[in-house]
Each structure stands twice: as structure tokens, then as C-alpha cells.
């Protein structure tokens, strides 16, 4: 946290500002509105999915001036929900209120290269790589980071941003495409699966989190999240949870900090990247734990208590993309959206439907998801299967590593 913060915590009553207007901003604003809290959000898109249930809606661009002071009038603090809001606007709204994460955490999760010479200075290890910014490192490039994946610096997410090379040829053709920006290759490795862990460090330093998640992605983007007691060995579990802890302490970080990890056969852990807000992989915490992650970005923000989260039930979390409402498949472009089967899929039990308010399904558009929670990880499975049966999406795989 930096800024003015004399006044904390910040009591339920006050408003609670938020830059960016997406869902994780929306979920934001659920979890301070049940607490008490006011809250503001400033997003350019007059119909995002935080300012439609927002108290106060500012729509101008993260960097106007007129619209931050008018931000930091209405808001008592201010956090953030997605990394690529400018660093700087950060930094003018913390001269004036409360700010977490603060700005230079952000600007580390910004850009690629900042980001891994900060793991490797906490000491945890990352895949092998090199920093490409110019045509001479282009060319001393060693040829054991191939195959490999050319990766932006800034502005990736989802997976864009990023081209997978085989050869020396590949990769010159992938930097041009790129625009000649600064990149990193990093070498391809085989992955015994994903997770993540998600944690939140309060001003004085103390840390809670949840269990991490084991996450499954396709063409980049994240499709489902199962969390329970089996869905990886133990001692990855908390060589990720020390590691994020290294990652967080390493930042001084204050917020909700989500480090995301690759799980090598050898048992191994690389991290990959993280993101200074919480996680599409941190949605099953709603219903599938005693507190939120966006709960405890409430806390850490209002500079109040953080209590342990307990998870009380094993979770399975399918991602809804725009694709669902195109059952016809990617040829078939020319098709009209069609609602999925929600009556169904409300119909098992245990079945948490969450969207986002956003008016026009496109392919590869984050649209909602769907937690599954149960008594037992043998009902959660059942229904998480029924469910991506109902919905169209590939059966879900299922982890089972005790
Ligand atoms: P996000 O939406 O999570 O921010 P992103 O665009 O920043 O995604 P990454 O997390 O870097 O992208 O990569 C997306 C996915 O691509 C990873 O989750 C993983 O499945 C795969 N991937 C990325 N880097 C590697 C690697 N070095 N080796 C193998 N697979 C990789
Ligand atoms: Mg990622």
C-alpha cells in the first residue's frame, strides 16, 4: 500500500474505488457492496461489467487526469483489477489516497523481463530464457532455448502475444511479426501439469492463501480449475505456496497476488508468470471457501483483518467462453448466438453459474464461469462432467495424484 493511509482500516461506509471495469473489477464490487462498502469504478467502456453494478461509474481513460481526481474524490482507497492499467496513474491517485497493489509491483507484473529478473532474484526458478530487445541478441540466441515461445514483454494475456518456434528461421520470422518489440524466448518445456497459488499480504507483512489450484488451459487460456486435497502431490503443493510467499515478501507486496506455475515431471516447479489482482483460477473461492479472494483484496485494501481462508469443499471450475453460445462449432461464423442450457445445468447440485453481464458472446471472450462444489470430489467430478456434457465443452480430465 502507498499513499496517504493514516485513516485505516477503511470501515465499511466508505467507498472503495477500482480501475478497470472487467469482471474481476465486478467481482470486486459483489464482495465490498455485501461488506457495506461503496464503490467506484473507473473504466473508458460505458457498459463494462464492474460499472453496471457499481455505485458511481467514472468513463474516461486510466491515464485522464480529470477522471482520476474525480476517482480519488468519490474513493477512500483504490485497487486495481487487471495488470495493464498505467503504472503512473497509480502513483498520481496514491499522492492523494490509499493505493494496493501499489505501482511499482504493477509495473514488474507489466513486462515479462522485469517480472523474471524478480523471481530469479527471490531465488525461484523460472523456465530457461533469453531477453530479446535487439537484433544482436536475436542472434546469440542459444540454439537448447529452441523449440520455444516467443513471448511480448507487455501486453499479453490469454495467450496472445505469444508464437511457438522450432528453429533460428522461425524465431526471426515470430520477433518481425511481433513488431521488433522487446520479447523473451523462452524454452518449450514438457509440463506435467499448471497451478497456481493464490495469496493475499496485508501492510504489515502478514500472509494468507488458499490452496493451490491445479489448472488446465486450452489454446492459451485457462478452462478449468480443480481444487481439492488430490489434485497434486504434496510437496509441489508447498514448494508453490513458498515459492509465491518468496514472490509476495520479495515485493513488499500489499493486495491479492496470484503466481501461477508449471509442474515438470521430475517434480520440479518453474514459475511462470503472476498477476497482481486475483485469479480467473481464484473464482471457486466464492462458494468452495469460508472467504474470497475478493474479499480479501477487500481486506487488504481497507487495511483490515486477514483471516486464513478454509476451503470447505472440494471445487471444479469450468471457464465459459463466448465459443458455447457458437454450438455449431469455429466454421461455423456465420451463426447466430445461442443461449446454452443453463435450466440443466442449474439443475445439478452443487452447480455455481457466474456471468458477467457482458451483452455480446464472442469466441475466446471470458463470459462467465461455472463452479462445481459437492460433498465428496467423486460428486464434484459427476456433475462437472454432466455439466461440460450440457454445455459442449471436452470432458474434464480428471487429477488424481495422492
Ligand atoms: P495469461 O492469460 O495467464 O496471462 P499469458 O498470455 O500471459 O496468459 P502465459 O501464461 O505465459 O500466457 O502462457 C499461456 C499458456 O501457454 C501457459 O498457461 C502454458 O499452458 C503455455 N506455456 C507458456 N509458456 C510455456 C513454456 N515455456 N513451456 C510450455 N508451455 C508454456
Ligand atoms: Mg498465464
Known sequence: MSGKNGDLPILPGATLGVLGGGQLGRMFAHAAQRMGYFTAVLDPDTDS???????????????DVDGLARLAGLADAVTTEFENVPAPSLEHLAVARPVSPAAPAIAIAQDRIAEKAHFTRCGVPCAPYAVIETAAQLAAIDDNLLPGILKTARLGYDGKGQQRVKTRDELVDAWQAAGCVPCVLEKMLPLEFECSVILARGRDGQIVHFPPQRN???????????????????????????????????????????????????????????????????????????????????????????????????????????????????????????????????????????????????????????????????????????????????????????
Open 216 to 402: 488446465l488451459h486450452r489454446d492459451g487460456i485457462l478452462a478449468v480449475t480443480e481444487v481439492h486435497a488430490q489434485n497434486m502431490p504434496k510437496t509441489v503443493a508447498q514448494g508453490a505456496i513458498n515459492s509465491a510467499k518468496s514472490i509476495a515478501n520479495g515485493l513488499g507486496y500489499v493486495g491479492v497476488l496470484c503466481v501461477e506455475f508449471f509442474a515438470l515431471a521430475d517434480g520440479s516447479l518453474v514459475v511462470n508468470e503472476m498477476a497482481p489482482r486475483p485469479h480467473n483460477s481464484g473464482h471457486y473461492t466464492m462458494e468452495a471457501c469460508d472467504v474470497s479472494q475478493f474479499e480479501l483484496q477487500v481486506r487488504t485494501l481497507a487495511g483490515l483483518p486477514l483471516a486464513a481462508p478454509r476451503q470447505h469443499s472440494p471445487a471444479i471450475m469450468l471457464n465459459l467462453l463466448g465459443d458455447l453460445w457458437f454450438p455449431g462449432g469455429a466454421d461455423n461464423k456465420a451463426d447466430k448466438p445461442v443461449a446454452p442450457r443453463w435450466s440443466e445445468v442449474l439443475a445439478l447440485p452443487g452447480a455455481h453459474l457466474h456471468l458477467y453481464g457482458k451483452i455480446e458472446p464472442r469466441r475466446g471472450r471470458k463470459m462467465g464461469h461455472l463452479t462445481l462444489t459437492g460433498a465428496t470430489l467423486e460428486a464434484v467430478r459427476a456433475t462437472a462432467s454432466q455439466a461440460a456434457l450440457l454445455l459442449g465443452l471436452p470432458a474434464v480430465a480428471t487429477a488424481d495424484l495422492a
Open 49 to 63: 461489467p464492474a460499472g453496471r453494478v457499481s455505485h458511481h461509474h467514472i468513463h474516461t481513460d486510466y491515464d
